[in-house]
Every structure is written in C-alpha cells, then in structure tokens.
C-alpha cells in the first residue's frame, strides 16, 4: 500500500508554515482512502487530474476544524462515492442536515471492511478535557499483509498511547502526532513499540523540529518527519 501525506500542519492557527492541516490518502492498488480532511483534498487531487472515483472510505476522527475542515469539499464533490465515517452522532446530525448522503458512525473496534482494507478504532482521550463524551479515533489500517496505524490526537500525558502498540504488538508504520505529547514522553512510548517506521506529523511548536530531526537514526524504527505531498511504499 502507498500512504501519502496530504496535509501534515499542526492545528494552531499561528502557523508560520503554508502547510495543510491533517489528512493522509492510502492508497491500495486501484482504491483509495482518505483519513481526515483537514487539506483541501479534492482541490489537490483534482490538480493531478486524480480518478475520485478511487475513493471508496473516508474517515473522520474527530471533529477539529485541523482535522475535518474540508470534509465539506469532499461531501459536494460529485465524482467521491465513498463511504463516509464520522467520529459521533452529533457531526453525523450536522452534516446529514447540510449534505444528501448517508454517513457511518465510527465504532470502537473494527467497524469497516471492504475486503481490501479493515479499519479499526482505538479511541483517544483527546477530547474527553474540554468536550466531555466527544470522540476522538485513531486508526490501525490493515490491508496486504501490512498494519498501519495513525494515532490521531492525543492527550498531554500518553494515558491513552494504544497499548496493544506499547506491548510491542508488529505494525508496519505509526503515524503519530507531536503536538500534545513532550517528545521525551512520545519516544518513551514509541520505543516499546514494534514499528518498523515511525512518521511524525502534526508538530507543535515547530520549534520541535529541531530535536527530532536530531532523533533521526537512533531508534530501533526509521524516523520519517513528511512533508505536504510526501509519498511512502509500505
Ligand atoms: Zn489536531
Ligand atoms: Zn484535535
């Protein structure tokens, strides 16, 4: 499978970067899925004249504006058939009143599996602090024999790390963000895992940079820092 990074910004309106928010496109030969919308998807793929008809999934994980902004863009575009997953019913209500399609909730678990790629959410606490029961899902995405896990927010303290991660259970690449977590505690979970790359988006301050490219080389797993537009064959 084929991940490309779409939009790798953190969400902090004082970006200096021209950057776009969150969003990842895995491709799996001639099918594809989107995870989180927070770059102008269907502008960047209609630039390379990209078949949208590819698109079969679309997953939301949670309802920041960093990660669900151009969802919208993506329910007008004629051409996207997808199934479209949203994090809880109350987005499902919001967006149900604006757009004629349907929409799937996300459930904890495996809730999707079209045969070429199963899709299942370990949740995070990131919301839990400021919006009470909203939901926040991160991803582990199975397809070709290959596990891919994108961690989606998560809180300061790591409490919600995925533990089958940190019990050393194999995926082929973490996706993880570094804005919440302090990079020392981020590796400190990172090391206990089973990875044999680890991409680190969503980067605040960016300031961070700094030291983790500084990482670079000296971890068990390959330490990857993408940019927008950044393709990797897993
Ligand atoms: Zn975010
Ligand atoms: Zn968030």
């Given amino acids: 499978m084929k991940v ?4 790798t910004n953190h969400g902090m309106e004082d970006s200096k970067t021209s950057k776009n928010r969150q969003s990842i496109l895995l491709e799996i030969g001639n099918r594809s899925y989107i995870f989180d ?3 102008p998807v269907v502008d960047i793929l209609e630039k390379e004249n990209y078949d949208l008809s590819r698109v079969k999934g679309i997953f939301i994980s949670h309802a920041h504006t960093d990660h669900i902004q151009y969802l919208s863009q993506l329910c007008s575009c004629e051409k996207i058939n997808a199934k479209i997953y949203l994090p809880d019913f109350d987005v499902m209500g919001e967006y149900a009143n604006k757009y004629n399609r349907k929409f799937f909730k996300i459930c904890e ?3 999707y599996n079209d045969l070429f790629v199963k899709v ?3 949740k995070t606490k990131h919301l839990i602090d400021w919006e009470g029961n909203s939901i926040c899902h991160g991803f582990l995405i199975e397809a070709e024999d290959k596990r891919v896990h994108i961690t989606s927010d998560m809180t300061p303290n790591l409490g919600d790390f995925p533990k089958y991660l940190a019990k050393g259970e194999r995926v082929d690449m973490i996706i993880s963000e570094c804005s919440h977590p ?3 505690d981020l590796f ?3 090391e206990k895992c089973n990875a044999d790359r680890v991409a680190i988006i969503h980067v605040y301050p960016e300031i961070k940079y700094d030291e983790l490219n500084s990482r670079k080389g000296k971890n068990d797993f390959e330490l990857i820092l993408p940019d927008d537009g950044d393709e990797y064959e897993i």
């Fill in 4 to 7: 490309r990074f779409l939009g």
């Fill in 37 to 39: 919308a927070g770059a």
């Fill in 109 to 111: 678990g495996a809730f």
């Fill in 120 to 122: 299942s959410s370990v």
């Fill in 182 to 184: 302090e990079i020392t």
């Fill in 188 to 190: 400190e979970m990172l």
